[in-house]
Nanobody
């Protein structure tokens, strides 16, 4: 069982930056692929970024590539999402999730989800 807790969301102006954190319970954090997803009101939950257990492999959605960066610190059981050059369309609840294998952009393989953190970007 893995419990995930996100933090770092908030209100920011367009062009600003935020760093989201997701801290996991348990001793096997490095064995999990970790992903970030987001969900805007009235929209489906969409993929943002994913990172392998070792941190060597990453994948970012085209909509955030070059602006967002996923990383992890296995010693701290934490995965991060650095978000720069934020746009109003980035406004959403951001969720982190853990999977035991690499599923890329698909959310179907993720076994554990956090409660989410709200990110609001004003124009």
């Amino acid at each position: 069982q893995v419990q995930l807790e996100e933090s770092g969301g908030g209100l920011v102006q367009a062009g600003g930056s935020l760093r989201l954190s997701c801290t996991a319970s348990g001793r096997t954090f490095s064995s999990y692929t970790m992903g970030w997803f987001r969900q805007a009101p009235g929209s489906e939950r969409e993929f943002v970024a994913v990172i392998s257990g070792s941190g060597v492999r990453t994948l970012h959605a085209d909509t955030v590539k070059g602006r967002f960066t996923i990383s992890r610190d296995n010693a701290k059981n934490t995965v991060y999402l650095q978000m720069n050059s934020l746009k109003p369309e980035d406004t959403a609840v951001y969720y982190c999730a853990a999977a035991q294998s690499w599923y890329g952009r698909s959310r179907s393989g993720y076994d554990y989800w956090g409660q989410g953190t709200q990110v609001t970007v004003s124009s």
